[in-house]
């Protein structure tokens, strides 16, 4: 089965919806219009419940189909942009300066609105399908905050999925795979604080700069040297501040950045080994270390049966040559995984086609996909509630 006719006909409008989006790109929990846009959208189709503010801003429609049933699924979209100048000079570019869909979650959003169009004109399953649209997943964890909200209990949810697009994927095709598909994406900073002085003294000095070098370099040991090498570990030193002037060794230097794992086994070891790293070198050059070490969003894991019937439904869709069932894992990170860490589920990536890259000023969304997507949605929707 290919896409399905009426989301074929379904284009047109869900292009349009996502080109306004696009246009009023919201940041984080800020997604108040967006929110209204969808809730609007929702009480048109004829869902029969839309409840707004859950995780803040987040929203969940309800639609019930025609045959009895007591089951949920959780269809879930990402409703936010990114802190960005666009570059595309597409008409529908963005109109806020400094913020833009460089994500293509305003793509997820209209193309989920267009399978709870779809679903709440055909009602052709048994139980209920929730559609969730959940605000800040590009940093502030708000389908985290639906999780905590009770989304899933007070829904009855028993399975999540979701669903991203995928620039060099070729347009329409799917890719996913079984347990860890995505990174945790934890954050690090570390003080080290010595003693400054003159700059051609430095006997009389505790150098911090010399000393947090070192644990720079170090810390890549933990990927090569304390890591299984078949497992993977990403440390990034992505920020480093120290000093003020060239004559004057500083008191103390500030080094930052993020460690990516696929594993809780592997997530635990690099922050044991940073720790230690840091702990350690600072006190053989008699400085001292202050680590700030923050968990983000944990590693987004698909859970087995799931995966089979993402896979099962996309096929459907696609064709089988068009469906790789075992993608390599990303080290970016998702936090659906908060999703998939309270119910079953799975999380699948839609190629967008050859375009800029995600987070890129001059990434666009792939209107073509639109109807794959919609047809990706119904027919999980409807298989999973036959
Ligand atoms: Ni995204």
Redesign the pocket.
Known sequence: MPILNRAAELQDEVTSWRRQIHKHPELLFDVVKTAAFVADKLREFGCDEVVPGIGRTGVVGIIRGHRPGNRTIGLRA?MDALPLNETTGKPWSSTVAGKMHA???DG?TAMLLGAAKYLAETRNFAGSVAVIFQPA??GGGGGNLMVQDGMMERFGIAEVYGL??LPGLPAGEFAIRKGPIMASTDEFSITVTGRGGHAAQPHRTVDPIAIATQMISSLQLIASRNADPLQSIVVSVTKFNAGFASNIIPDAATFGGTVRTLKPEMRDLAEKRLREIAAGLAAAHLAEAEVRYVRNYPVTVNHAAETAHAIEAATAIAGLDKVDPETDPMM?G?DFSYMLNARPGAFIFLGNGESAN??NPNYDFNDEIIPHGISYWVKLAENRLA
């Open positions: 990402d994500c293509g979650h997820h997943e590009e991203h697009n970016g998702e995600l987070h």
